[in-house]
């Protein structure tokens, strides 16, 4: 079955520095990608997303590509500021309209000023 | 533009007891599904919910069951608690014409059994 597999944490950064979470997936067909992103006391959101191989996603700054040869969508930052501070998810959706949302188990970074 | 809104916000139950929870989907969403994300996981899969039909359903037994409303409410309902069920209860809806579309979450429903 499809699965997701993600980087572990809890992550420590300084401010400024570059961000990479990895993440790796099993899949059949042509899933679609998703980072979401959790703040404390919030729900979940969408970070980004990629419904292709090589299409890149990208916003506030976060960027991640689907890797089809090394079934892989790594999230990375160059520059993260205290308020990425969150806990980040992985997912993947197979393609078809009944088709679940599976989740990794999550990272939680947290950025020192 | 209301999103997904969930009730209640946080509850507390006993082991044996019952509960519902409810979700009202984003303006123009169809599908709704339940997951289930305990403390320091993600979110677990638990139903999904399309017509009126449980269409998909995760790994959890038949104590989870729910119910979705011509207007595309929904419903979950767990029977007989566990202490194991306590979790946060999201609920994520889409429309299933978007066949590559992201699910918008609710806050959740934090469930404390006792």
């Known amino acids: 079955g499809n699965s997701v597999t993600q980087m572990e944490g809890p992550v420590t950064l300084s401010e400024e520095a570059f961000l990479t979470i990895n993440c790796t997936y099993t899949a059949t067909g042509y899933p679609s990608l998703f980072w979401y992103v959790q703040y404390p006391g919030e729900g979940l959101q969408l970070l980004l997303k990629?419904?292709?191989?090589?299409d890149k996603g990208s916003n506030k700054g976060f960027e991640a590509t689907y890797r089809k040869e090394t079934t892989s969508f790594h999230l990375e930052k160059g520059s993260v500021q205290v308020s990425d501070s969150a806990v980040y998810f992985c997912?993947?959706?197979?393609?078809?309209?009944?088709?679940?949302?599976?989740f990794g188990s999550g990272t939680r970074l947290s950025i020192r000023p | 533009d209301a999103g997904v809104t969930q009730s209640p916000t946080h509850l507390i139950k006993t082991r044996g007891q019952q509960v519902t929870l409810r979700c009202s989907p984003k303006s123009g969403h169809d599908t709704v599904s339940w997951y289930q994300q305990a403390l320091g996981q993600g979110p677990q899969f638990i139903f999904q919910?399309?017509?009126?039909?449980?269409?998909q359903r995760g790994n959890f037994p038949d104590r989870f069951s729910g119910h979705q409303f011509p207007n595309y409410s929904s419903e979950l309902n767990v029977n007989a608690l566990l202490l194991g069920d306590s979790a946060l209860y999201l609920c994520?809806?889409?429309?299933?014409?978007?066949?590559?579309?992201?699910?918008?979450f609710g806050e959740g429903s934090r469930l404390t059994v006792l």
């Open positions: 994520a809806t889409t429309t299933d014409r978007e066949l590559t579309g992201e699910l918008f």
């Open positions: 919910y399309y017509e009126e039909e449980e269409r």
């Open positions: 990629a419904t292709k191989a090589d």
């Open positions: 997912a993947l959706r197979g393609y078809s309209s009944a088709s679940k949302i599976i």
